[in-house]
């Protein structure tokens, strides 16, 4: 394999994808030189245009629905690819006829509760649309993009370069490695994942041009504020000083809260649709997508000049009489700052935490979206969760005074397009500076300068950069520490379930590459059944060594994640037989987190993170 | 848009074409085709919008050959300006009809859907950068076609003037791509809904 040309960042979104690169050949130190890629895509049968972004939206369309050759790209498609259409058009479509329509497929791949390598999506699809898996979507977005890049660069085969594919911080090992395996479908070898709001921060580096080293000093924790267009992600990053070089340290990542900004716009949306319902107009499906772009072009200027009091918005008609049949309203600035402002970045106090309500009885088979709509909330507990986050850090040991009730940031980024808007990054920074001043610390700053709608494909890109040898990189290893549990050997007490252990498996912080043996502990597996176990992860533990086990943790300590499960393959054994295995746990070099069952004469077997639900 | 006959380009301009030519080819494979055919027949590029019927300027009488705009673009053009903006929704209808109010709700759709196919699709810019209203001055051999003379035109130049408009000039044109089979006629399908 011949050297790489380019250094490729590729970001999968929830609701859009980006290919960045940089060129290595003219690349040195920090002076980079970069760009996006266009990627052809259809936008209408039969048309091809070249955007910056991919929708991330895959459309089933019916055998008679496209002419023969209007889904056509400018590469050769596999029978199987062209019973889907990905990008621009498939949104526009899928407006119409939602029950062919896969959206959100990253979210379906942080679902838990699914099989995610099932055929399930579209879920409210009608029994004969051939449903795709979450899988299977992702695979076809990140193909995609590949082909694209072959099309533009034929003389750099995609293969032989240096690729990263972006992942939200908070995804768990089997949302991890569902993508890896999704990647490898697509063709893509050798792949690191990084973690996005990681690569929003590598983006800021690369477009300083090195006066990143001025504006940020050792001691300052840099707190990450990623509101994408469907998920919210934290990450803090330390910076440490390490033989007079400064050395980002990630040291805490935020849960999953699938909240973002088409919320915040489709939130709008209803909020105007009621009062035109309050007017007897009703609007269809189609009226209100037409409306939920009007919201967003409405809040956004709303948000940006304050001397605007009100903006119009147009629902044209569906029908070929555009001046009686479209409906005209508008949004008034103070609609746009109690709804946006107030309902998804309260001013809240630092002790405030998002209200998380009983779940219905029956639920339907959905995404897990979040229930508190208050990001300020949810980055309230994140932060008062991670108090403890640079305890052990060195250079940081008495920077936070010990009643600190959370971790207090010095300076803070944003990403996302929904931070377009400067009152909202204000409305956070306000927040922020508040708690910071009841706790008598010092305001953070803010780290101005972002690309907010393709920062994560260019620190993706640039990553890859990076990891041959050139700039500076974020260290971190595994975000969380993971345990399985154990039944502790207690006399059965009727209606009691026997209590648990948490055998540490994975400590906090493994680096990349590292593989470290379970001591002391042996686990019988019977061969060819499969053995399920327990599974937790804690984003809070750090000092939890491999091999402890807690009898007791806090509620919100550990966070019992899928099940998972090992099966010993009946290879040269006999079936129920039991092996002796310990547990191995690796950080791969791809980001992802492997457990193996290792018998005493070293044959391994994987543990499955991703359980099927049979 | 206006894509008609130059007169000879300066030599200094001429320096800028060659570099921009030697860009153009290496990253352009379209370009460096049209390129390298330039030497066999003169084949005009398609203008992108409505036939600009432009008389070769003649210093021989040679033959006068006018080229036809193929539909295609404009079709397509069309098409775009139907499906962001509902521009022929718009011009089909009967003003009198309806009150300005409700012409005025269109008008916003129309207007910002046209601004968005044409800040997509083209990237326009102005001739001159100079405020409309201030004196210009305009050098021997400026662009006949980048500037009209109004008003008093008598002498030579350098002419001396008021800027009454700055011109716009389309420098790069990305029109979508077509499939093969594509029916460029259809500008919008009829709807359907099941």
Known sequence: MSDPRYAIGIDLGTTHSALSYVNLQTSDGEKTQHGVLAIPQLTAPGTIEELPLLPSFLYLPHADELAPGENNLPWQQTAEEQAGVAGEMARSRGATTPIRLVSSAKSWLSHPGVDRRSALLPNDAPEEVARVSPLEASTRYLSHLRKAWEQAHPEAPFGEQAVTVTIPASFDPGARELTADAARAAGYTNLPLLEEPQAALYSWIQGSEGRWRKEVKPGDIILVVDVGGGTSDFSLIAVLERDGVLEPHRIAVGDHILLGGDNMDLALAHLVARKLAANGTQLDAWQMRALTYGCRTAKEKLLADETVATWPIVVPSRGSKLIGGSIRTELTRDEVSTFILDGFFPKVEASARPAVRQRAGLTQLGLPYAQDAGITRHLAAFLARQVGATAELEGYAGKQSADATFLHPTAVLFNGGVFKSDLLAQRIMGTINDWLYMEGAEPARMLGGADLDLAVARGAAYYSYVRRGSGVRIRGGTARSYYVAIESAMPAIPGMEPPIQALCVAPFGMEEGSEIELPNQEFGLVVGEPVQFRFFGSSVRRQDQIGDLLDFWGPDELIEMNEIQATLSPEGRVAGDVVQVRLHAMATESGTLELAAVANDGQRWKVEFDVRNA | ?194
């Not at chain 2, 036939?51 to 050959?65: D, I, L, S």
Request: one cysteine or more; a negative charge; glycine letters at 4%.
């Open chain 2, 1 to 194: 848009m206006t894509n008609s006959n130059q007169p000879l380009p300066s030599f200094f301009s001429r320096i800028s074409i060659a570099i921009g030519a030697f860009f153009r080819t290496l990253s352009d494979a379209e370009y460096a085709a049209r390129l390298s055919r330039i030497d066999e027949a003169p084949q005009p590029v398609a203008a992108p919008v409505a036939p600009a019927p432009a008389p070769a300027p003649a210093p021989a009488p040679a033959p006068v050959t006018l080229r036809v705009a193929t539909p295609d673009a404009a079709l397509q053009l069309l098409s775009l300006f139907q499906r962001e903006a509902r521009l022929i929704d718009f011009t089909q209808e009967n003003l009198s009809a309806y009150s300005d109010a409700d012409i005025g709700a269109a008008a916003r759709v129309v207007h910002e859907g046209c601004a968005k196919v044409l800040k997509e699709h083209f990237t326009i810019q102005p001739i001159r950068s100079e405020a409309e209203g201030s004196r210009i001055e305009l050098p021997e051999g400026f662009d006949a076609a980048a500037v009209r003379l109004t008003g008093n035109v008598v002498g030579k130049a350098p002419f001396k003037g008021t800027l009454s408009h700055r011109g716009w000039r389309s420098a790069e044109v990305r029109l979508p791509k077509l499939a093969e089979a594509h029916d460029a006629s259809i500008l919008a399908p009829a709807e359907v809904e099941l």
